[in-house]
């Protein structure tokens, strides 16, 4: 595969999912990788760098580690990390502007900056405003910035939002109105498109890219996971109280909006062409049916 981008590419986030994945892909395309991790010693640090990635111990509160750990990169991707309270929105802000900072330092080319769908505006929600405020710091600093405006991960179909097996039926429950679109991406898909807008083989127009492989309805979601079963399947709307903290509940409620909007699904193919949608994804990740039987 060709690479406009020859030197090293630094990726916070590395040990992560989306990090991982754009990891994954930098390195498909044969790049320099520099993972900035906090314990270089643990077995997920070990493992990128059996994979050839340069590790730089970094502390997030030490800025003249980050801005080390920058010198000489030709490209940066960050993503910050979750928070499930509004203390650890305030930590998310902080580690993604000390990130920036370090960048300007640094004197860094390019910085790609893993956002969520929604953030060229404040919506309410506490931790996509953080990203929204991340994004005005990243675009102020003179920076060459590009923003991936990540949306819900198709992954959370195998874990937090996995559908269950009752009755002899697929059974998929969400906070979300029957009628209402969910936009999703795949984490690889993540990876493989922010890898080609760090390595400069592709380019976001207008300085950031909505990362949307699909979008459908709660009914749509379960009848796809029911066609690979061969299972009849059913949605149920659930109500926003189910949902643990105000964060997730602003984020649900931002969810109904954002899917009055269809996106342009075609955006993110011009990058990566292969970008899975639900149906893809489901075969790609080889899902089954689960073997626990809920509520019988
Ligand atoms: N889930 C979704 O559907 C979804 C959709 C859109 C956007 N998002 C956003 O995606 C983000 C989470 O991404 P993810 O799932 O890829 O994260 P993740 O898998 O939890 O990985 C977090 C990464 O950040 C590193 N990290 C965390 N705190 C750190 C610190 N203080 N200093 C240095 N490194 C630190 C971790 O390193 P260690 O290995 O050292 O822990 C790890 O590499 C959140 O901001 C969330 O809002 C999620």
């Known amino acids: 595969m060709s690479t406009q981008t020859t030197g090293t590419i630094a990726v916070f986030g590395a040990t992560g999912q989306q990090g991982g994945a754009v990891v994954d892909a930098l390195l498909d395309h044969k790049a320099r990788v520099r993972a900035l991790v906090r314990n270089p010693q643990s077995d997920r640090a070990q493992a990128l760098a059996a994979r050839g990635v340069e590790l730089a111990a970094i502390r997030a509160d030490d800025p003249a580690s980050l801005a080390a ?110 009628d209402v679109a969910l936009k999703m991406i795949s984490v690889r898909d993540i990876g493989r498109v922010t890898a080609a807008l760090l390595l400069d083989t592709a380019e976001a127009p207008g300085g950031a890219v909505e990362l949307v492989g699909d979008e459908l309805t709660g009914p749509q979601i379960a009848a796809a996971f029911g066609a690979r079963a061969g299972l009849p399947a059913r949605y149920e709307a659930l109500p926003l109280s189910v949902l643990p903290n105000d964060l997730d509940k602003a984020m649900f409620r931002e969810f109904a909006t954002a899917g009055e909007c269809p996106s342009d699904l075609a955006v993110v193919r011009s990058i990566e062409p292969a970008t899975l949608d639900l149906v893809e994804w489901i075969r790609a990740t080889g899902w089954t049916a689960p073997t626990t039987v809920a509520g019988s």
């Open 69 to 178: 750990a920058l010198a000489t990169v030709e490209g940066f991707y960050f993503m910050t990390p979750e928070a499930n309270s509004l203390e650890e929105v305030e930590a998310e802000i902080r580690i993604g502007t000390a990130l920036v900072d370090a960048a300007v330092e640094a004197g860094v080319p390019h910085v790609v900056f893993n956002s969520v769908f929604g953030a060229d505006r404040e919506s309410g929600v506490p931790h996509h405003d953080s990203k929204h405020w991340i994004e005005e710091h990243l675009r102020k600093s003179g920076l060459r910035a590009t923003m991936v405006r990540a949306t819900a991960f198709m992954e959370n179909f195998a874990s937090v939002m996995a559908p269950s097996l009752e009755h002899g039926e697929i059974v998929l429950r969400l906070p979300l109105p029957e």
